[in-house]
């Protein structure tokens, strides 16, 4: 069975691909279907999806490279963004965060996420933050077959020092998230390879 960190991963990906290529490119999200996603997914999450004018900002924020459309990148770095920003303190025992759960397929992965996170971290030291165990343990149980070998001290040695941006010795979530939108980039990017 897939683990929590993996069907996150998943549910950001089958979202994206769930209103993408309605209108055209497969691969990226047009104007109507943001605004289907946002208002399906996120329901006013961001402000009034349903307002023209607010879906032309929030399109205009979103479309880093100006090409009118949302590719996988702009969608995930957006919305790993929105997860720290709303969910990072979500330890998954919170009545908001399960409630968030139940909203949308999106919410749910933002909010597993956060949870699988927290699951992890604290148990050797700051509760908001990985400590190298800690991240060996993480990866482990929920990247074990991401990962080459992620029993090798060398990898998580090497995985730490990349991600430990502030370079505390530890991983918070932010640090955390970057790793997140980078596998599931790579994840998606497979799959779109393999479909064409």
Same mark, same amino acid.
């Given at each position: 069975?897939?683990?929590?960190?993996? $069907?996150?991963? *998943?549910?950001?990906?089958? *979202?994206?691909?769930?209103?993408?290529?309605?209108?055209?490119?497969?691969?990226?999200?047009?104007?109507? +279907? %943001?605004?289907?996603?946002?208002?399906?997914? %996120?329901?006013?999450?961001?402000?009034?999806?349903?307002?023209?004018?607010?879906?032309?900002?929030? #399109?205009?924020?979103?479309?880093?490279? @100006?090409?009118?459309?949302?590719?996988?990148?702009?969608?995930?770095?957006?919305?790993?963004?929105?997860? #720290?920003? /709303?969910?990072?303190?979500?330890?998954?025992?919170?009545? $908001? /965060?399960?409630?968030?759960?139940?909203?949308?397929?999106?919410?749910?992965?933002?909010?597993?996420?956060?949870? *699988?996170?927290?699951?992890?971290?604290?148990?050797?030291?700051?509760?908001? =933050?990985?400590?190298?165990?800690? %991240?060996?343990? %993480?990866?482990?149980?929920? !990247? @074990?077959?991401? !990962?080459?070998?992620?029993?090798?001290?060398?990898?998580?040695? =090497?995985?730490?020092?990349?991600?430990?941006?502030?370079?505390?010795?530890?991983?918070?979530?932010?640090?955390?998230?970057?790793?997140?939108?980078?596998?599931?980039?790579?994840?998606?990017?497979?799959? +779109?390879?393999?479909?064409?």
């Amino acid at each position: 069975m897939a683990s929590e960190l993996g $069907k996150a991963m *998943v549910n950001f990906i089958a *979202v994206f691909h769930r209103y993408s290529g309605q209108e055209g490119d497969k691969f990226k999200l047009s104007k109507a +279907e %943001l605004k289907a996603l946002l208002n399906s997914e %996120l329901g006013g999450f961001l402000g009034d999806a349903k307002d023209p004018k607010a879906i032309d900002e929030i #399109m205009k924020a979103l479309d880093m490279d @100006g090409d009118g459309q949302v590719n996988f990148q702009e969608y995930i770095c957006t919305t790993t963004g929105l997860t #720290m920003a /709303c969910f990072g303190s979500c330890t998954g025992t919170e009545e $908001k /965060c399960q409630k968030m759960k139940k909203v949308s397929t999106l919410t749910n992965a933002m909010v597993s996420l956060t949870e *699988v996170f927290h699951k992890y971290s604290g148990k050797e030291g700051d509760k908001n =933050k990985l400590s190298k165990g800690e %991240l060996k343990a %993480l990866f482990k149980a929920e !990247l @074990g077959d991401m !990962l080459n070998d992620p029993k090798d001290p060398a990898a998580v040695d =090497k995985f730490m020092k990349e991600l430990d941006v502030n370079k505390d010795g530890e991983v918070d979530f932010e640090e955390f998230s970057i790793l997140f939108a980078a596998l599931t980039m790579s994840c998606n990017e497979f799959f +779109e390879t393999k479909g064409k």
